[in-house]
């Protein structure tokens, strides 16, 4: 009797200790490595978090690599540094295939999608979050100007050369689709003296503070409304889609086909008012990425 109580209790034991590990992985044993990596802003930080957390609970054995250059982030993950992260349509076709850019959001992924697939890079589905570039100033400079568009930023700046000064990025100063178009679509330029250079998380700060006249930003960005500042309207339709997805080495997806599925089920929630309220409240509430991730993964059902 006492020998058949003492198997009863282990066979139970055993029973508890593979249904405590049940939802990571099966058994407890880990579907595998992933790298999740990252650019270097707010909005970068989350996707990554978001990622890193959900897939943690997943089951997997989850590494963060963040903080890092767009350009820089592409080699990682061209070289099997990192295995995915969340890319943009528009930088994915201006930067790294040399596409001209794409107004519209089907037709960049469809087109990104199918080239990058030749590169070994696969784009999972995207999210309807379209964190393209903007142009903005102090809402209520912009009114005293009678600015609202790059039009009339355009006119202002020809018939006032030398007055405003311009916050950038060193990127959006460079590539195609940043300044240098903005600048050839509108028909104005602001001289070399004109552009300050910044990290992309200060040109919001600056135009706040008086310190430029107009700075470039991302569409997502919450400061915009936290700053009381206005994204100009892009009249000429320029700036395309950067509708935000997950990017994945082949290799990976062949080793893990399940995490087509699994990835989807985050760009099936996000859309551009959900991550502009998660950037705000990292970067106007100051709370912390972590934080921020869990909590909306928890409040979407996606953990427990």
Known sequence: MKKSLMLSALAAAVLAGCGNNEDAGGNGESKGSIEVGGKNFTEQFILAKITSI??????????????????????????????????????????????????????AYDLVKELDEENGIIWLDAAEVNNTYTLMMREENADELGISS????????????????????????????????????????????????????????????????????????????????????DDEGFFPAYNAAPTVRESILEN??????????????????????????????????????REWLEENGLID
Request: without cysteine; charged residues 25%.
């Open 150 to 233: 790059l039009s009339d930023l355009a006119d202002y700046v020809n018939n006032n050369p030398g007055e405003l000064e311009f916050a950038s990025n060193a990127e959006f100063a460079s590539r195609a689709d940043g300044l240098a178009g903005v600048q050839d679509t509108y028909d104005f330029e602001f001289g070399s003296n004109q552009v300050v250079r910044m990290d992309s998380g200060l040109t919001y700060q600056a135009l706040d503070e008086e310190q430029v006249d107009v700075a470039m930003g991302f569409a997502t960005d919450s400061r915009i409304k936290g700053f009381d500042l206005l994204a100009l309207e």
């Open 54 to 107: 959900y897939l943690e609970e997943q089951g997997y054995d989850v590494t963060e690599n963040t903080n890092m250059g767009s350009e820089v982030l592409r080699q990682a993950l061209e070289n099997e540094q990192v295995d995915l992260y969340w890319e943009y349509t528009g930088t994915g076709l201006v930067n790294y295939l040399n596409e001209d850019p794409v107004a519209s959001s089907d037709e």
């Open 256 to 293: 893990h086909p399940e995490l087509e599925d699994t990835l989807q089920a985050l760009s099936e929630k996000l859309d551009t008012e959900t991550m502009t309220e998660l950037n705000y409240q990292v970067d106007m509430e100051q709370r912390s990425e972590t934080e921020v991730s």
